[in-house]
């Protein structure tokens, strides 16, 4: 939790923090301020200290709603310092940021770097930067091991709440995606068709998805998932846009909004047959089933995620499939980890690979996704199950967002 | 263009791009990609050759789609090379990228670095990897001095076709705003109102905006700027959503949507006034349309952008306004720049403030914005007027998206 940094800072020996870039589809500096249309923003957080805001004048009103305390660029003469950089902009924001360090009193220490932003501008100034402050020493932490990754990975009350509201639009447009589908006509291919009679494509259901979206207030910035068949059996294959969409074939729709601007997202996946299953899909998602519910009999707080992890390759492995524990990187059978965090990041601590330290743990607090999956991309079919968890803090694993698990949707208008 | 990114790079002596990231929201990766659903990649360019994209396994049949070379991540030990980095995550970054590099022969040169990626893992991976491979110098441009955003600057047809039809989606979509505005019913005290006769705020006209946006399949991952009154004198204000709209205040209303996945903007700005305006409003709004008129009358290809942002300030000058020559950050009167390039970026090369390289030119192929316009907050009022224009190969500007100038907007059920 956010309050948590303070400690996570000491305990990394850093004397400051340095966000950089946008407040919005920035989970740093979104975290600290709250999202808003402020653009490649600097914020400054002192050991103990509340953060404070740099920013552009013209985006003053904005960052004035962040609450945060906030110093606007032009105190430093912005053509005085390009003078200085000749036009070297990499030079020039090297120069802006030791201004604002140094009157942080900052001209020595250890200061954290976070922020999604141009690699090549950011490692280009910090490069400059450390040659013109010799006593700082600047940390680049990998994300999921940074601090602020690490406030993160625990939410409070307020924070959860609102992953159940996305939780709720998430699983709404799902329903809305299940009723179209199963109340289309069918062709004698058993294609699924349009009102007007034309094939229904992958795109066009997409489209309609981002429509129920975005009716909901909610964006969609990494996709969703809607793939068919033998697409179906490449976990990451998103669905071609032209594919038709027809009966019998394993959908796995995976779904995946976040709230405007880049705010805390939902997770959930379902794997579905329109009209009827192949008995080998029904068996392949039977023991995806069986997966998930093993995992949840057995889950415990404070328990290192990847120890469910084992417990679900262990379980597949039985069922006779490939895991990531027999081979590295499989391309059939369970070729994935079993979840992750979810919060401003789609994908965020904890984490659950077999590889993962043991401090990415079941902790209260956590909002975690289960996602046991099956995939055969030769054979034309996968299956997965995705829902999003809360572990409370009396330990208790709180479902957000409920929907069926049926794999067989059932054709209003047509019969086998 | 793309064909120009060869001899950028021999300009700069680079003998080879490393661009990191997700192939969306991503501008560099996007520009070699085309997009796709396919995260944390590296795609690596020697000088005169072809890109080769390295990815993750479970992405290797959205990496296909590219048409580029792949490789999966999965020829390097993931496993093996954790363990050799103690689980640092920023090591094992380093140490893959250098075995990537060995296997292209990129043991010493200069690589330019690239990508919108988290900056603490980002300069922590590379950091590591200068001191692994000290036959190599890293270069970090800044964006908009960067080998490929000025490959990016200028367009083909094919690119400009893309950003027509945004132009296209984006003017219906300002129309549909007009229209229900038009049409609502207004009380005693000049508010609008909503079909259930509640207030209208800006966060409904902005819901129907995302609505109306997502109905066409594009995306608006930078919000919409919808601004009435006070918040219109403030450039970048983006509007409050619980304020009311009103008749006779100016609302400055900017719209700058995307290609679904972060592909080709457009950006495009008017002011209304509601059934009636303010004469200072209307002079305001004037002066406003007689810089636009003055910069379409003079501009020519091949001149260095900043002559007409001077043009402007000269003439808002004589009309009595502040401008970013006498003061470098003025709070109100014309206080930003008269455009800026749009492509995969909304705002890319060429720029126009006073302070830029004469480089940023109106060279034939570039996609500009014309966007004058004057603020003053603590009177209530604001007005800009943008366009974007494709300089042709013949030099001829061609208007990408047009909608009428009208400063006050009719109300179909109100009359003064």
Same mark, same amino acid.
């Given at each position: ?10 305990e ?7 966000? &950089? ?5 920035? *989970? %740093?500096m979104? =975290?600290?301020t ?5 653009? /490649? $923003?600097? &914020? ?5 200290? *509340? %953060?404070?805001? =740099? ?7 904005? /960052? $004035? ?21 000749h ?16 009157d ?17 501008f ?11 402050m010799?006593?700082i020493?600047?940390?680049g ?38 009723d ?17 009679g ?8 997409k ?6 979206l ?5 964006e ?14 490449v976990p990451?294959s ?38 009827y ?8 998602y039977?023991?995806?089933i ?28 039985e069922?006779?499939?490939q ?19 979810v ?5 965020e ?20 996704t289960l ?18 968890f ?9 479902l ?17």
């Open positions: 939790m956010k309050t948590d940094l303070n400690t996570l800072m000491q990394k020996n850093l004397d400051a923090l340095i966000i &950089l870039g946008d407040a919005e589809h920035n *989970p %740093p979104y =975290y600290q709250g999202g808003g249309h402020i653009s /490649a $923003a600097t &914020l400054i957080q002192k050991v103990g200290q *509340p %953060p404070v805001l =740099y920013c552009n004048d013209m985006e003053r009103e904005e /960052a $004035a709603r962040t609450g945060l305390e906030v110093v606007l660029y032009s105190k430093y003469s912005f053509h005085e310092l390009v003078k200085k950089a036009g070297d902009m990499t030079l020039f924001g090297a120069l802006r940021l030791q201004l604002i360090l140094n942080h009193g900052l001209s020595e220490g250890r200061l954290g770097i976070y922020g999604v932003i141009d690699l090549g950011g490692f280009g100034m910090l490069s400059h930067l450390q040659e013109l010799p006593g020493t600047l940390v932490e990998a994300s999921q091991d940074s601090v602020i990754f690490k406030a993160m990975e625990t939410k409070d009350e307020a924070e959860v709440e609102r992953i159940r509201k996305m939780g709720k639009v998430t699983t709404e447009v799902v329903g809305l995606v299940k179209f589908l199963t109340s289309r006509e069918v062709d004698g291919e058993e294609n699924l068709l349009e009102e007007d034309s094939l229904l494509t992958i795109g066009s259901v489209a309609r998805i981002n429509l129920w975005a009716e909901r207030g909610v969609n910035p990494e996709g969703t998932i809607f793939a068919i068949g033998r697409d179906a059996g990451h998103v669905g071609r846009p032209e594919d038709k969409v027809c009966l019998g074939k394993t959908i796995i729709f995976d779904i995946f909004p976040c709230e405007a601007g880049g705010g805390y997202f939902f997770d959930f996946t379902r794997t579905w047959c329109l009209g299953a192949a008995p080998e899909a029904q068996a392949l039977d023991q995806v069986g997966a998930y519910d093993l995992v949840l009999e057995n889950m415990e707080a404070n328990v290192p995620f990847k120890t469910y992890q084992k417990l679900v390759c262990d379980y597949f492995e069922c006779g499939h895991t990531p524990i027999t081979d590295e990187a499989p391309k059939e059978g369970y070729v994935h980890s079993l979840g992750h965090g919060g401003i990041n789609v994908h601590r904890p984490f659950s690979g077999i590889y993962t330290t043991d401090d990415h743990m079941i902790r209260p607090g956590v909002v975690v996602e046991p999956g099956l995939y055969y991309p030769d054979k034309g079919m996968g299956a997965r199950v995705e829902d999003t809360w572990v409370r803090p009396d330990g208790q694993m709180e957000l967002g409920s929907f069926p698990y049926d794999l067989v949707l059932d054709m209003k208008k047509w019969k086998k």
